[in-house]
Structures are given as structure tokens and as C-alpha cells.
T-cell receptor, first 111, second 112 residues
């Protein structure tokens, strides 16, 4: 049973549109993450948060932004989508120094 | 030097055999080690965690940790075609702000 939820599951959108990928968790985890993963390729950390009002950039530079106004919610926003943003976006959460729990992911296609 | 290294594979084993997946990491003082399984098009799922030297068994899976050699492995006994997936090693490295560092993953194929 999923305790971390991502919506939408799939999204096809045109170039230049603003999009927000939603991620919510019900486990009370302090830390939340966004990863980007192309098919068959490795995970890249693009954003993470230690808790409310905390956001940090990850290892891979990304044009997306995130916010953490509530513990359970960590949305990712792209102000102007481009074809280069086509990828799978995975949200995860954890307690400090504990394993990550991943959501089902959002597969984004920008045409 | 990559901080968490895995052989990308593919590793192909016959059904019923033991699959051995290996991972090395750069930081000698790392404390937490995890194995994730990722089916194609799906998100990673945690299958094993190990924190101290030695073996940890869970069903058909055994994780082995050797901190002196900076080496962690995953053995899958009686491999099944349903075990075919990419296996990701993840390590909590010093200086990573408490974030897990993932290897690139080893693709395992179990042939019937």
C-alpha cells in the first residue's frame, strides 16, 4: 500500500506550459526528495528538503523549483516546459538516515 | 572516482541459480547501506538494508557487508524470472548531507 503519492501518473504537455507535479506522503517523514530518471539510466537527485520551509538543490542542475509549506507535501514546478524536460520524475521521503520510500513516479512528455 | 560503483551488467543467470550483485563505495565511515529493486518503468523498492559487517538474510536475499573492503553485495538464491530487474545499491556517504548516494544499478536477467 502506497504511503507516498504522486500525481499525475502520466503527463503530456506542450512546450512553454507551466506544470506542477504533486507529491504527498502520509508517513510524517521530515525529508523529501525529487529524482529525475531517464529510461534505463541512473537516478539523479534534483531537489530535497529537510523539513518545512527547507529546500535544497541536488546534484543535477534543474530548471524546476520546489516548495515545502507542509510536511506532507512537496510539489515540483516547471515554469516553462521544454522537450529536454521529458523524463520520469520520482518523489521519495525518509526519516533522517533511514531508507527512502519512493512514489510511483510521474512520466512527463513535453512535445 | 564514482562514489558508489556497480557493474552495469547485464548479469544473466539461469533460473534456480544464485545471482551475485556487487557494490563498492568510496567512504570508509559510511554507516547505512541499502539495496533497491527497480522493474522497468517502475519506481525503486527497498529490498534490503544492512548497517553492520557480516551477512543479513531475508528469504532468498542475503546482503553482505565488509566495511574494511568498502564492499556490499546482494545474493539472490534460487533466482526466478520475476527477479529480472535493475538492482540499485545506495549508501549514506559522509558529506552527502544525509542523502543516499545511488549507484547506476546492475541489470539482472534470469533466464527460464
Amino acid at each position: 500500500e502506497a504511503d507516498i503519492y504522486q500525481t499525475p501518473r502520466y503527463l503530456v504537455i506542450g512546450t512553454g506550459k507551466k506544470i506542477t507535479l504533486e507529491c504527498s506522503q502520509t508517513m510524517g517523514h521530515d525529508k523529501m526528495y525529487w529524482y529525475q530518471q531517464d529510461p534505463g539510466m541512473e537516478l539523479h537527485l534534483i531537489h530535497y528538503s529537510y523539513g518545512v520551509n527547507s529546500t535544497e538543490k541536488g546534484d543535477l542542475s534543474s530548471e524546476s523549483t520546489v516548495s515545502r509549506i507542509r510536511t506532507e507535501h512537496f510539489p515540483l514546478t516547471l515554469e516553462s516546459a521544454r522537450p529536454s524536460h521529458t523524463s520520469q520524475y520520482l518523489c521519495a521521503s525518509s526519516r533522517y538516515n533511514s531508507p527512502l520510500h519512493f512514489g510511483n513516479g510521474t512520466r512527463l512528455t513535453v512535445t | 572516482q564514482k562514489e558508489v560503483e556497480q557493474n552495469s551488467g547485464p548479469l544473466s543467470v539461469p533460473e534456480g541459480a544464485i545471482a551475485s550483485l556487487n557494490c563498492t563505495y568510496s567512504d570508509r565511515v559510511s554507516q547505512s547501506f541499502f539495496w533497491y529493486r527497480q522493474y522497468s518503468g517502475k519506481s525503486p523498492e527497498l529490498i534490503m538494508s544492512i548497517y553492520s559487517n557480516g551477512d543479513k538474510e531475508d528469504g532468498r536475499f542475503t546482503a553482505q557487508l565488509n566495511k574494511a573492503s568498502q564492499y556490499v553485495s546482494l545474493l539472490i538464491r534460487d533466482s526466478q524470472p520475476s527477479d529480472s530487474a535493475t538492482y540499485l545499491c545506495a549508501v549514506n556517504l559522509r558529506g552527502s548531507q544525509g542523502n543516499l548516494i545511488f549507484g547506476k544499478g546492475t541489470k539482472l536477467s534470469v533466464k527460464p
